[in-house]
Nanobody, 121 residues
Framework: EVQLVESGGGLVEPGGSLSLSCAASGFTFTRYSMGWVRQAPGKGLEWVSGLKLGDVIFYADSVKGRFTASRDNAKNTVYLQLNTLKIEDTAMYYC???????????????RGQGTQVTVSS
């Protein structure tokens, strides 16, 4: 059974930082690209970052230069470092296992339960 478990969200002031983690299990982690998507209140899912096999990392323009994604294949874990957070970064953040497609139109079938990031003063 594929499981993706996110952690690390919280409430932070504008300009602050958070570190998200996603522990993956139930599949061969090294065979899949992974990604982070988010959903703000009342909006659809938005790709935030994609970690393609071969260590290529993509970012949405809205987070480029502020967010850093990484993966640790030994720990089956994906990370997302969020810096210089803005109010508009408020959303539920999900870790996903990429199934197909080309960035930024990747598709996914499995995602975690999500971790809430709230940026507010």
């Amino acid at each position: 059974e594929v499981q993706l478990v996110e952690s690390g969200g919280g409430l932070v002031e504008p300009g602050g930082s958070l570190s998200l983690s996603c522990a993956a299990s139930g599949f061969t982690f090294t065979r899949y690209s992974m990604g982070w998507v988010r959903q703000a209140p009342g909006k659809g899912l938005e790709w935030v970052s994609g970690l393609k096999l071969g260590d290529v990392i993509f970012y949405a323009d809205s987070v480029k230069g502020r967010f850093t994604a990484s993966r640790d294949n030994a720990k089956n874990t994906v990370y997302l470092q969020l810096n210089t957070l803005k109010i508009e970064d408020t959303a539920m953040y999900y870790c996903v296992r990429v199934e197909s497609g080309a960035w930024p139109n990747w598709t996914f079938k499995f995602r975690g339960q999500g971790t809430q990031v709230t940026v507010s003063s």
